[in-house]
């Protein structure tokens, strides 16, 4: 499995909630999220929709992506969302 560093954001399917995270195998990391084999925050609010995802050269620099967007109003969040993924989708399968 290759090593890609990424910052992904998942939503529940209300898109009520929304969680950041940072991961270097992003297609693994969220079928954990979608199986509920991660506890925590995501399990609890059901965020298992992949709708946005950046991929970097290293980890430092996902790392740092990923702080930027948990400081970001909710609102620039959805913004950014909107502006490449229109209608929300869950991306998931397009990274299979």
């Known amino acids: 499995m ?3 560093p990424a910052v992904y954001i998942l939503t529940s399917e209300l898109k009520t909630v929304l969680y950041i995270g940072v991961t270097s195998q992003l297609v693994a990391r969220i079928w ?5 084999v991660v506890v925590g925050f995501s399990q609890k609010y059901q965020v298992h929709h ?3 995802y950046e991929v970097f050269d290293t980890m430092h620099a996902a790392i740092a992506r990923e702080k930027q967007l948990k400081k970001w109003r ?4 959805d913004q950014l969302i909107t502006e490449n993924n229109p209608q929300w989708l869950d991306l998931y399968d397009s990274l299979l």
């Open 32 to 36: 954990l999220h979608k199986n509920n």
């Open 2 to 4: 290759s090593r890609e």
């Open 74 to 77: 909710r609102s620039w969040k």
């Open 50 to 52: 992949l709708v946005h």
